[in-house]
């Protein structure tokens, strides 16, 4: 395909995940009472315990629409994350053989799940998150958290938590590739898992200890698991390069 024909394709496609964007922010913005209203609840939470005075301040005469559009924004993002995936795979196709599309495809539908497993366990761990750091919140104070920080401070923990979920895709892929074998990964374990202490440390806007655990000892499990699947791909291939051995 010449040059031209892969920017007008690249062109292409990324005005269908534009479209896809707009419409995904169309149904979060008709959907915002909802989704604001879950991502409150961990501040609704304490405040109803009783513990604490604390509540989201909107500290400005826009803030409330803008608010508004990047939690539609960031919910079409979330929602449509499939359909933008699924554009990124379709541009690549054409320049790759039969056998590397379905490896593609099942990329694809392995990174999706996971994506999508990792922002959830981020929204099971907030509650826990503001709960912590909010008791911190001396006597006879009141706690308002700027709702702009505080949408920033979930979007950090949803992102950080999807993109270490596809950890093992990567991996998997560069044993595919033929790059790392799954010995190479198996033998810098101890690394990976200082890693993945390190990322969680440093990827989570959190100080404390639950919420580092919580991300590092799943990337550690998808680590594992990861080798596992390199391990059995590593056998199958020497397998077959033996069988082609014989053969000549």
Not at 19 to 43: D, H, S
Not at 48 to 69: C, H, K, P, R, Y
């Amino acid at each position: 395909m010449p040059l031209s024909e892969h920017l007008r394709e690249a062109r292409r496609r990324f005005i269908w995940v534009l479209l896809g964007l707009v419409a995904g922010t169309v149904v979060g913005w008709v959907l915002y009472p909802r989704i604001f209203a879950a991502l409150q609840e961990p501040v609704t939470r304490v405040s109803e315990s009783g513990q604490l005075e604390i509540a989201l301040n909107f500290d400005g005469v826009a803030t409330a629409l803008d608010m508004q559009l990047k939690v539609s924004l960031f919910a079409g993002v979330i929602m449509t994350s499939p359909w933008w995936m699924y554009q990124l795979w379709a541009y690549v196709t054409p320049g790759l053989t039969r056998r590397e599309r379905w490896y593609t495809v099942g990329f694809l539908a392995a990174g999706i799940p996971l994506f999508l497993a990792g922002a959830g366990l981020a929204w099971w761990v907030m509650p826990q998150a503001v709960g912590i750091l909010t008791s911190f919140t001396p006597e006879n104070a009141i706690n308002l958290i700027t709702a702009q920080l505080y949408l920033t401070f979930i979007m950090r923990m949803v992102l950080a938590f999807g993109v270490a979920f596809l950890l093992p895709v990567v991996m998997v892929g560069l044993d595919l590739a033929g790059v790392v074998t799954a010995r190479t990964w198996f033998a810098g374990w101890r690394w990976a898992v200082l890693l993945a202490f390190v990322f969680a440390a440093v990827a989570t806007p959190t100080a404390d200890a639950i919420t580092m655990f919580a991300l590092a000892l799943p990337i550690c499990g998808l680590y594992f698991a990861a080798v596992g699947v390199c391990a059995l791909n590593d056998r199958r291939t020497a397998r077959r390069l033996a069988e082609l051995d014989e053969a000549t």
